[in-house]
């Protein structure tokens, strides 16, 4: 990825004109190059401009939150650079790299957190699950353990709420997708997805606890990269300044090995400011609750995908999963056993992560009779499970106090989380503890008026 100066008013603007339109798009990346030259770069397929409001420090400009909400139409943030997601070849890389006004960026390769892979590992002892795992259980179940009903008694079941799913993509014939990103002659439109696609998972696992939120699709274009989750994220800061809309987003994926920083500095595991994560935290900063799973590189039985240099404490939460913006997940199963893959603290960038834990082995879109089919032996899993979870209690929350900021919602998710470490609040396996809805909810009563 490129990252070339570009200071404008009307950024939201020209974004939005980029994704209607595949030659606008190309004509902005022209004029963006125009000082540069275009020689020796190839944009990606499918590709729009990103317009960053934060510079390379990773600084907000003061203005930003107040101008990106949708109640100062008025108002427009302004652009400090933008992205262009491209290749770049060896002859023309290294004329790039010593150009003050361009800074090259990685483009790396994202892993969705379900655990798909066959691996033989021995069970391991001490209150951990893992292969082989326990037997999954219904949702009944897990409302149950969240303490659902506090919430739907009262009439609060994620009504309201929009949560957006940045993955493969969702099945809208099952699951109440009614928007997200979309260009006009991409091969995957939103609501497009196969019902077994990941993302279909992680929609049905969002309405474990809030039935009545709706669904933005934000299909990665391709390969998940980092360089089309910020075009994702992107369209969700395009749709919060529209209409305040999704106010929370479930990101089930990350990085599974961690580079060596002396060769690969800016790589987005290693340098926190890097686009991707200044985007995420653009988004936080406007209003959007943003959850992430920790991973699946727990040192007791990791996921087949993960490299060694990212297994076990303190190697494998990392990225944007680790920024102290962002709510992480950790997963455990519905005995209250942490699952041996679920990756585990300190982050990389922020120290005290994962935040939370959630459940997950559980039959929600896969399993016999769920609508993902299968056979009972496949079920929902990973923490591409549990981070949905947690992201549908803070929905159901949101429909309850839709004035929480995305600081209040993860301080109240961690504050009534119940504890289950062997030490009295945070560890490195469980964050504060597993989600409690009704805990959230009775804390959240008892100090705020609530709509309704």
């Not at 009504?159 to 997200?180: F, R």
Request: glycine fraction near 10%; charged fraction near 15%; include cysteine.
């Amino acid at each position: 990825m490129l990252e070339v100066p570009a200071e404008s008013g009307d950024a939201l603007e020209m974004h939005s004109a980029a994704v209607e339109s595949v030659t606008e798009a190309e004509r902005q990346a022209s004029a963006f190059l125009a000082d540069i030259g275009g020689e020796g770069i190839e944009f990606e397929e499918n590709f729009t401009p990103v317009p960053m409001f934060a510079a390379a420090d990773g600084a907000l400009p003061q203005a930003f939150v107040e101008s990106v909400q949708p109640s100062n139409p008025s108002l427009a943030p302004t652009s400090q650079t933008v992205v262009l997601p491209a290749e770049v070849t060896r002859a023309r890389l290294s004329s790039l790299q010593d150009d003050p006004r361009v800074k090259v960026w990685p483009n790396s390769a994202l892993t969705l957190f379900g655990r798909r892979q066959s691996v033989e590992v021995a069970r391991s002892d001490g209150g951990i699950d893992c292969r082989p795992f326990r037997d999954a259980v219904t949702m009944e179940v897990l409302r149950d353990l969240l303490g659902t009903d506090a919430l739907w008694d009262a009439g609060y079941r994620g009504q309201s709420v929009v949560v957006g799913i940045l993955d493969e993509g969702v099945n809208g014939e099952e699951y109440p997708v009614i928007g997200g990103f979309a260009r006009p002659n991409a091969g995957l439109q939103p609501g497009a997805a196969a019902i077994t696609s990941h993302g279909s998972m992680c929609a049905a696992d969002v309405l474990v606890a809030a039935p009545s939120a709706r669904l933005y699709d934000y299909p990665f274009l391709g390969i998940p990269r980092s360089g089309g989750a910020i075009q994702m994220f992107q369209a969700v800061l395009n749709q919060w300044n529209t209409d305040g809309t999704p106010q929370i987003t479930n990101n089930s994926y990350g990085f599974v090995g961690v580079p060596d920083p002396a060769q690969f500095p800016d790589h987005e595991v290693n340098d926190i400011n890097h686009p991707i994560h200044r985007k995420v935290r653009e988004v936080v900063a406007a209003g959007v609750s943003c959850f992430f799973a920790a991973g699946n590189c727990g040192a007791n039985c990791p996921s087949g995908a993960c490299h060694v240099s990212g297994i076990g404490p303190g190697r494998s939460i990392h990225a944007s999963n680790s920024l102290e913006e962002v709510i992480t997940v950790a997963a455990v199963n519905s005995q209250h056993e942490r699952i041996g893959y679920s990756s585990q603290g300190p982050g990389m960038f922020h120290q005290q992560k994962p935040d939370i834990a959630s459940y997950s082995h559980f039959f929600g879109n896969f399993g016999e009779g769920r609508p993902g089919g299968t056979s009972s032996s496949a079920y929902d899993n990973g923490t591409s499970a549990a981070t949905p979870v947690a992201a549908g209690v803070g929905a159901a929350l949101l429909s309850a106090n839709p004035d929480l900021t995305p600081a209040e919602l993860k301080a109240l998710l961690m504050q009534s989380a119940t504890d289950l470490g062997r030490t009295v609040g945070w560890d490195a396996e469980y964050g504060e503890g597993v989600v409690n809805a009704a805990a959230a909810y009775n804390a959240m009563r008892s100090a705020a008026p609530l709509v309704g």
